[in-house]
């Protein structure tokens, strides 16, 4: 029976570690991304803030965010693709960077000699942007969509402060995940995968719109003129963007992570730990059972908390521990 280890999180709220745990200081993001100042606004108690309602004030936030932290000055998306909650995406890497560390007495490993593979980069390019700039970890990042891979790459050669760092490959085959994206002579310290959490269309779309309806209610709540006449009655886009293979694939969120632990298998010394986001708690117990039937040498879940919105992070190597400090000396400390 598979080990099923538990990470909780202390506080709600995000990892200790993430800059984003504070109040966004619009004053110093605007200073850093002056194309933000149009959409920053004050709310009936004095506040700053931005429509959240809005994709472009999102997106904006969020090239702001990268180049105020990240000191990612070139940074943009393609129209109708998926714009990640910055905040969200740096708490991921930094729960890898804990479980990394206790294979490392509890020190995190940093640098270039630590190798990430991203399943399904997307066109933001989040996660190896933020992995490299925090802890100066080498990427991989895999997508099937070519215009993804494309605007990945073009960030990645824009930006001096990521040069070297990051390499974008495109999945040419769509069920596969591993195959053909880990090579013979790759090794990975780590993957980790935001997968298409919707079975559908329909159920994509139903999301967003309940998106849309919290994020009028919030922004009610806090006083934030002109939110709630901005989106009622209009049909709000797929979660401000996101294409078929961001959003939803045939048997959702468990289908796709039931898949890639059945290709870790042909991955299992190649990589120290594979791991993916899991949105549904609903979805945990058959996840376990299929890691269950792969004989895995252990299994993490990490609890992650941003406000009231509870995901969760799960983890499995086939190395145990004397094959995982084995891995650490032949590795990070040469």
């Not at 990430?116 to 390019?125: E, I, P, Q, S």
Request: hydrophobic share 35%; charged share 25%.
């Amino acid at each position: 029976m598979t080990q099923k280890k538990k990470t909780q999180v202390a506080n709600k709220g995000l990892h200790p570690r993430n800059p984003h745990r504070q109040r966004y200081d619009f004053k110093a993001l605007t200073a850093s991304c002056p194309q933000l100042t149009p959409f920053v606004s004050e709310n009936k108690f004095g506040d700053l803030s931005v429509d959240f309602t809005n994709s472009e004030a999102v997106k904006v936030l969020n090239k702001a965010l990268l180049s105020h932290f990240y000191k990612v000055q070139h940074w943009d998306i393609p129209p109708g693709y998926l714009c990640p909650p910055i905040p969200g995406r740096a708490d991921y890497l930094h729960y890898i960077a804990d479980l990394l560390a206790e294979s490392n007495d509890g020190e995190i490993p940093k640098g270039k000699r630590i190798s990430g593979l991203d399943v399904g980069v997307g066109a933001n390019c989040a996660y190896p942007i933020i992995g490299h700039r925090v802890y100066g970890w080498r990427f991989v990042g895999a997508d099937i969509d070519p215009l993804s891979i494309k605007s990945a790459k073009f960030i990645v050669e824009s930006n001096p402060t990521l040069a070297g760092a990051i390499k974008c490959r495109l999945q040419k085959v769509p069920d596969y995940i591993f195959t053909g994206m880990i090579n013979a002579d790759d090794i990975f310290d780590f993957t980790m995968c935001n997968p298409p959490f919707h079975s559908s269309l329909a159920e994509a779309a139903a999301g967003s719109e309940r998106k849309v309806r919290n994020l009028s209610a919030n922004a009610k709540k806090k006083g934030t003129e002109g939110f709630d006449k901005a989106v009622r009655g209009q049909k709000p886009a797929l979660n401000f963007g996101g294409q078929k293979a961001e959003l939803w694939c045939p048997g959702g969120e468990v289908a796709f992570i039931k898949r890639m632990i059945q290709q870790s298998v042909e991955k299992q010394s190649q990589c120290l730990w594979f791991t993916t986001l899991v949105s549904k708690k609903e979805n945990l117990p058959e996840i376990y059972r299929a890691l269950n039937k792969v004989k895995v040498a252990d299994t993490r879940t990490i609890d992650m908390a941003q406000g009231q919105k509870i995901t969760r992070v799960v983890a499995w190597t086939f190395l145990g521990t004397e094959q995982q400090q084995e891995w650490r000396e032949q590795r990070w400390m040469k």
